[in-house]
């Protein structure tokens, strides 16, 4: 049985930390109707009681203009210390692909990659290891690698169904080492920044300082992550301006307190409830006020670190002796967390004046996000690794900020190799353009903006008009000779994104290619 399936979810929104503002508006707007109607009941001719009716009525109306049509998306995110191990076979049970409704965005953090000098360098030329199996995995299913980032052993990746990348702008990634004073990056931080339809969100994974005795000093380096790290955008500088933040890792926090015989009745026992008050992050969430405002679901899950590899076993290593000082084993811990930020609304300001009754958070209430945790829970099965990896799903609810590309591009015609081919775009929404953007011709199933066929630069000797259409050759000789299913897409260097694609369009197998005999003859009523 799933502990969680009797849990209540844990939501939070861009305007408060409880119930949604949906759900209050209908109660408030049942309520100014439940008073119209008395109002109408014992309206008489006095000027009072019409003004009653007139001032219900438009604070019925007002409710009315706030159900905003909101989309949902689902975030599938995962936390797993894989201990420089490689990545296994099969990652379908941590990527949970069959659940319904389908997931919209993997984030997926990791920590201790292999690093070894030779390793790091070798991954630094390709992708490593563990980002293949995950491209490998989720590419046929139409996700898209938006980024990646990486410092040592840590390493962040976000994919996006293919659908979406066109929203996902303003991509920023950045990274802090708190090891040895700051100058080792085996700890500290990563993260990737985006705009997703219009709404700041943040994701940080971090590995944190180790052992018991070290807890201050975890929350000291978390505390200094966030304080240090920033963007180049000017309303989202710091990641606690962002309007969501997600912060998850192997932070290292343990069960204080009790000893090994305690712990492991516990969890045998399943009463887990009874290690919650002695976990060291729930701790020090009563004291730091910053901390009170990241929220995480309950804990109902086996402590995921450590166990012995390739078993469901805690720590059963003998004891060790270094240089005459006795080992022991490893106390179960929480050591592996995901937890989120909705940005506090900005208090009103204390002037009256006309000025001021326009909040400057009226824009964030206009454009509201609401996060409900739907799942919060460790995936026992694997056992590369002494850390279980840690998974959560989230439901954003959210009002798209716009939903329409920045660039449209669509091919042009017949596309074959036997021919130069053409392509128009067209710049529907001014934006930071330059000539460095380029076009993409992607196969489909590709596995990040990188992964193309082949490429064409825009126009380079000026920068286009919005609604000028504007186009583009491609050689010949640079287009597919097998033919098959390809779109196109629009790279922007400064956002660091696709602003579009076209649709899914054909190239025919070239003639070529059957003089060439890499395709049967008469295929596409094409003969030699």
């Known amino acids: 049985m799933d502990p969680l399936t009797d849990s209540p979810r844990v939501r939070s929104d861009s305007m408060s930390s409880s119930a949604s503002q949906g759900s209050r508006s209908k109660m408030l707007l049942r309520q100014r109707l439940s008073q119209l109607l008395t109002c109408i009941e014992d309206m008489s001719s006095d000027d009072e009681a019409s003004e009653e009716v007139s001032r219900t009525l438009d604070e019925a109306f007002q409710l009315c203009g706030r159900y905003i049509p909101t989309d949902a998306f689902r975030l599938h995110m995962v936390t797993w210390n894989v201990a420089t191990a490689e990545p296994p076979e099969d990652v379908t049970s941590l990527l949970q692909l069959d659940v319904q409704p389908p997931t919209d965005l993997?984030?997926?953090?990791?920590?201790?990659?292999?690093?070894?000098?030779?390793?790091?360098?070798?991954?630094?030329?390709?992708?490593?290891?563990?980002?293949?199996?995950?491209?490998?995995?989720l590419a046929p299913r139409g996700f898209v690698k938006v980024t990646s980032v990486r410092m040592q052993g840590l390493?962040?990746?976000?994919?996006?169904k293919q659908i979406h990348l066109p929203y996902i702008r303003n991509i920023q990634t950045t990274y802090t080492r708190t090891g040895i004073f700051g100058y080792w990056g085996n700890k500290g931080g990563v993260t990737v920044r985006f705009s997703f339809y219009g709404h700041m969100v943040c994701f940080l994974n971090c590995h944190l300082a180790a052992h018991m005795n070290y807890a201050l000093q975890r929350v000291d380096e978390f505390e200094h992550i966030l304080e240090v790290q920033d963007f180049d955008i000017d309303d989202t500088p710091h990641i606690r301006d962002h309007k969501v933040v997600f912060w998850f890792g192997d932070l290292n926090f343990r069960i204080a307190d009790h000893g090994l015989h305690f712990l492991r009745s516990?969890?045998?026992?399943?009463?887990?409830?009874l290690l919650w008050d002695r976990d060291q992050l729930i701790m020090m969430k009563r004291k730091e006020p910053f901390l009170q405002e990241f929220e995480e679901g309950p804990l109902n899950f086996k402590p995921t670190y450590k166990f012995d590899r390739n078993s469901d076993t805690y720590d059963t290593s003998s004891p060790k002796t270094?240089?005459?000082?006795?080992?022991?084993?490893?106390?179960?811990?929480?050591?592996?967390?995901?937890?989120?930020?909705?940005?506090?609304?900005?208090?009103?300001?204390?002037?009256?004046?006309?000025?001021?009754?326009?909040?400057?958070?009226?824009?964030?209430?206009?454009?509201?996000?609401?996060?409900?945790?739907?799942?919060?829970?460790?995936?026992?099965?694997?056992?590369?690794?002494?850390?279980?990896?840690?998974?959560?799903?989230?439901?954003?609810?959210?009002?798209?900020?716009?939903?329409?590309?920045?660039?449209?591009?669509?091919?042009?015609?017949?596309?074959?190799?036997?021919?130069?081919?053409?392509l128009n775009y067209t710049v529907q929404e001014d934006f930071m353009s330059s000539t460095w953007d380029w076009i993409g011709l992607y196969k489909v199933g590709f596995k990040s903006a990188s992964d193309y066929e082949t490429f064409v630069w825009v126009r380079e000797d000026e920068l286009p008009e919005t609604n000028e259409v504007i186009q583009i050759s491609v050689d010949k000789d640079e287009i597919p000779l097998l033919g098959g299913q390809y779109l196109l897409g629009y790279y922007s260097t400064n956002m660091q994104s696709i602003l579009g694609f076209s649709a899914v369009f054909q190239i025919l197998e070239s003639k070529r290619a059957v003089m060439e005999g890499l395709v049967p003859e008469d295929i596409n009523g094409l003969n030699k």
């Open 106 to 137: 993997y984030v997926i953090g990791l920590q201790e990659v292999n690093a070894t000098p030779v390793r790091f360098i070798s991954d630094l030329l390709v992708e490593d290891s563990w980002s293949h199996v995950f491209m490998d995995t």
């Open 155 to 160: 390493l962040l990746l976000v994919f996006a």
């Open 266 to 273: 516990s969890i045998n026992s399943g009463r887990l409830n």
């Open 322 to 422: 270094w240089f005459g000082f006795n080992g022991k084993k490893r106390k179960p811990a929480w050591t592996d967390r995901i937890l989120w930020r909705i940005k506090p609304k900005t208090p009103p300001p204390e002037d009256d004046d006309e000025r001021a009754s326009t909040s400057t958070d009226d824009g964030q209430d206009e454009y509201p996000i609401l996060v409900t945790q739907d799942k919060y829970t460790s995936d026992m099965s694997y056992g590369v690794s002494d850390h279980k990896p840690v998974i959560a799903t989230f439901s954003l609810e959210l009002r798209k900020c716009f939903d329409t590309p920045l660039v449209h591009i669509s091919p042009v015609g017949v596309w074959s190799a036997d021919q130069d081919a053409l």
